[in-house]
């Protein structure tokens, strides 16, 4: 009888499972990596519209105002809103504590970007 090597149909099915499974995880890890990649370019964006926001609103007259939510602009699930969340003293001024976050309102409502700012209390 002349015997030639070659694989036997176990090994060759457990060569497919575990190029299935390479494949499955690859294929995950991809998607997750996607993901994660679309939130970081949304929350970079979220970070240069906080900015020009916060610049916006601070020259306004009266300031930051505290307590207050509006629409971003040119993003229609995208939702500004600014909360006291504190309050200190610095050396005899007493100071506000102001957090300034843009979120996106989906089920989640996700917290893209917020900045905590300090202001003197009692000034608008």
Same mark, same amino acid.
């Given at each position: 009888?002349? !015997?030639?090597?070659?694989? $036997?149909?176990?090994?060759?099915?457990?060569? @497919?499972? +575990?190029?299935?499974?390479?494949?499955?995880? /690859? #294929?995950?890890?991809?998607? !997750?990596?996607?993901?994660?990649?679309? #939130?970081?370019?949304?929350? +970079?964006?979220? $970070?240069?519209?906080?900015? !020009? @926001?916060?610049?916006? @609103?601070?020259?306004?007259?009266?300031?930051?105002?505290?307590?207050? !939510?509006? %629409?971003? %602009?040119?993003?229609?699930?995208?939702?500004?809103?600014? /909360?006291?969340?504190?309050?200190?003293? +610095?050396?005899?001024?007493? #100071?506000?504590?102001?957090?300034?976050?843009?979120?996106?309102?989906?089920? %989640?409502?996700? /917290?893209?970007?917020?900045?905590?700012?300090?202001?003197? %209390?009692?000034?608008?």
């Amino acid at each position: 009888m002349n !015997r030639r090597p070659a694989f $036997t149909l176990l090994e060759v099915i457990v060569a @497919l499972a +575990l190029m299935g499974s390479v494949l499955v995880g /690859s #294929m995950l890890a991809f998607s !997750r990596h996607r993901k994660q990649l679309s #939130m970081a370019e949304k929350r +970079l964006e979220a $970070t240069r519209v906080a900015d !020009r @926001l916060v610049h916006e @609103l601070s020259a306004q007259q009266g300031g930051l105002p505290i307590g207050t !939510r509006g %629409a971003v %602009a040119g993003k229609r699930d995208w939702v500004w809103q600014t /909360s006291l969340i504190g309050s200190t003293s +610095l050396a005899t001024v007493e #100071m506000q504590v102001v957090r300034f976050e843009i979120m996106e309102i989906d089920a %989640a409502s996700t /917290s893209l970007v917020s900045v905590d700012l300090v202001k003197p %209390a009692g000034v608008p």
